[in-house]
């Protein structure tokens, strides 16, 4: 049903082409950017999660390799990082200056050295309630875009919206984003058009309680990918459509 809605809403509205990956799982991103970024060439990468996932498999303090990826496809942490037999096959390709977050709640304290050494821009939920998200998305696209307009490589994390609202994910932190800023940054995204890859993670309808909370983390889970296919919340329409004659 979801699908469904998602994909009729892109057929109906004919988008540029954008790959989209969902997966149960953050670490999916250290394929999805690795084979994104071998595809099309140096990327934006626009990371929205409560987490910052960028735990080398040395400073990890749970060994969950979803909290690592980002650091397995950094260019400055190479040296960082241990020969990995069956890593051998990836190769970092993101820039510490071509990353933004959003939404961080919950970071490690080596998580956090490591984004002070690499200076890598954060808008973590504080600065969201400081500047709010229409400011956090205009400095984010300020900060990407001044020099080079890459394509954008969109990672979403569920958790990075409220639990009240996507509960149904394995790490979920109060303190959240809520629906409407989740929806903005997608539209904000999209109306770059430079938007060319999206992943959704961390949805799993598992760890719902109830029906309910399965839905909404679902239901909202479509509603960010069909923002980031163009829909707006003030409607949208074919660009061939034409008024019905009598
Ligand atoms: N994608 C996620 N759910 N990440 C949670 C990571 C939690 C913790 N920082 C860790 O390294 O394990």
Request: net charge negative.
């Amino acid at each position: 049903k979801y699908l469904n809605e998602l994909i009729l809403f892109s057929f109906h509205n004919k988008p540029r082409s954008i790959e989209i990956f969902v997966s149960l799982c953050f670490s999916l991103a250290i394929g999805s950017i690795h084979g994104h970024s071998a595809a099309v060439g140096e990327l934006s990468v626009i990371w929205v999660d409560a987490h910052a996932d960028i735990n080398t498999p040395l400073t990890s303090p749970t060994g969950n390799i979803h909290g690592q990826s980002m650091s397995y496809v950094l260019r400055e942490l190479q040296s960082k990082i241990p020969v990995l037999p069956n890593f051998s096959w990836i190769r970092p390709c993101v820039s510490a200056k071509d990353l933004v977050y959003i939404g961080l709640r919950d970071v490690d304290p080596e998580e956090h050295y490591i984004l002070k050494l690499l200076g890598v821009k954060v808008f973590s939920m504080s600065e969201v309630d400081q500047l709010g998200i229409a400011r956090v998305m205009e400095e984010t696209c300020d900060y990407l875009f001044s020099k080079v307009k890459k394509p954008i490589h969109l990672s979403y994390d569920i958790d990075a919206i409220d639990p009240s609202v996507t509960p149904a994910t394995g790490t979920p932190v109060v303190g959240g984003l809520t629906y409407r800023e989740g929806v903005y940054i997608t539209e904000q995204v999209c109306q770059t058009g430079l938007l060319s890859a999206v992943d959704m993670v961390e949805v799993n309808p598992l760890r719902g309680q109830t029906e309910e909370e399965v839905q909404s983390t679902v239901s909202t889970a479509v509603d960010l990918l069909c923002g980031c296919f163009g829909r707006l919340r003030e409607g949208n329409h074919p660009s061939d459509y034409r008024l019905p004659e009598p």
